[in-house]
């Protein structure tokens, strides 16, 4: 049917199932600033706005600490791969393609440059990231230069990343049909 905001909760949403039953969900917003909708429960499962609404603070109230909240870590955890862990991958595989200064010279642009992104998720880094980096690196005055090959060291980094990832589906698919 729809889905209908609760009138006594903020962000508890009410959904008016077939069958005549309730279904209860959450929104709120994530650490990335990002709206998320969290489906707690059916009203035959003894699930009530009340408790929605506690559930909802409860979230809140741990991303406010910087704490992932428990249910959607259980979802979460098979998605997310880290800008660092990617990078680091890349930087050993760069360790042994190029040569020493080379090396060093993008391992430290990726240090100082990029230190903000690394414990995010790389699927959720956005233009506005990038953008916040950039300007942040023309008030102290680098080169246009520097600033594109430190964006542009972002962009090689996701794309290895998304290389990995094909990688290991393709490699689990013919583990399946062998």
């Known amino acids: 049917m729809s889905r ?11 959904n008016h199932l ?3 039953d309730i279904s209860y969900s959450i929104i709120y917003k994530d650490i990335h600033n990002k709206t998320q909708r969290l489906t707690i429960g059916k009203k035959s499962q003894g699930i009530t706005e ?3 609404n506690n559930k909802r603070n409860e ?3 741990q991303i406010t600490l910087g704490e992932q909240p428990t249910a959607i870590k259980k979802r979460a955890k098979k998605n997310i791969i880290y800008l660092d862990d ?3 991958k890349y930087l050993a595989y760069l360790e042994k ?3 020493p200064r080379s090396y060093q010279d993008i391992k430290s642009k990726y240090k100082n440059h990029l230190k903000t992104l690394q414990q995010r998720d790389i699927l959720s880094v956005t233009k506005d990231d990038l953008l916040k980096i950039q ?3 023309e008030k102290i005055k680098y080169s246009p230069k520097t600033i594109n090959n430190v964006i ?8 290895y990343g998304l290389w990995i990832k094909r990688r290991i589906i393709q490699s689990t698919k013919s583990n399946y049909q062998s």
Do not use: P
């Open 4 to 14: 209908v905001k609760s009138k006594k909760y903020d962000g508890v949403y009410l």
């Open 18 to 20: 077939q069958n005549g």
């Open 50 to 52: 009340q408790y929605c």
């Open 59 to 61: 979230t809140i109230n």
């Open 86 to 88: 990617v990078a680091q």
């Open 97 to 99: 393609k190029t040569t």
């Open 135 to 137: 300007h942040h690196m």
């Open 152 to 159: 542009d060291l972002f962009g090689t980094i996701f794309n």
